[in-house]
Nanobody, 125 residues
Framework: EVRLVESGGGLAQAGGSLRLSCEASGLNFEDYVIGWFRQAPGKGREGISCISNKDGSAHYADSVRNRFTISSDTDKSTVYLHLNSLKPDDTAVYFC??????????????????WGQGTRVTVSS
């Protein structure tokens, strides 16, 4: 059974930082793209970043580029999303996602097969 378990959400002040983790199990980690979506209150889901565990290539949405950084630790089967320079608009539930992909990523448009339960991030002004 594939599982994606997010952690690291919480409350931060504007301008602050958080680190989200997504621990994957039940899959061959290096054969998957791991991504992050978020859903703000009253809004739809937004794909914000993804990383290929095959070659480490990554992609970011314009809304988070240069503020968020995605990284992967294959030994721990864990992907991290470093959230820096946080804004109140970053308040959302953040979801980890995964799909089978053996190549580089040029964007994050995939049909993700697996989703985590989400971790809530709240940014106060």
């Amino acid at each position: 059974e594939v599982r994606l378990v997010e952690s690291g959400g919480g409350l931060a002040q504007a301008g602050g930082s958080l680190r989200l983790s997504c621990e994957a199990s039940g899959l061959n980690f290096e054969d998957y793209v791991i991504g992050w979506f978020r859903q703000a209150p009253g809004k739809g889901r937004e794909g914000i970043s993804c990383i290929s565990n095959k070659d480490g290539s990554a992609h970011y949405a314009d809304s988070v580029r240069n503020r968020f950084t995605i990284s992967s630790d294959t030994d721990k089967s864990t992907v991290y999303l470093h959230l820096n320079s946080l804004k109140p608009d970053d308040t959302a539930v953040y979801f980890c996602v995964a799909t089978f992909w053996l190549y580089s990523v040029k964007d994050c448009v995939f049909q993700y097969d697996y989703w985590g339960q989400g971790t809530r991030v709240t940014v106060s002004s």
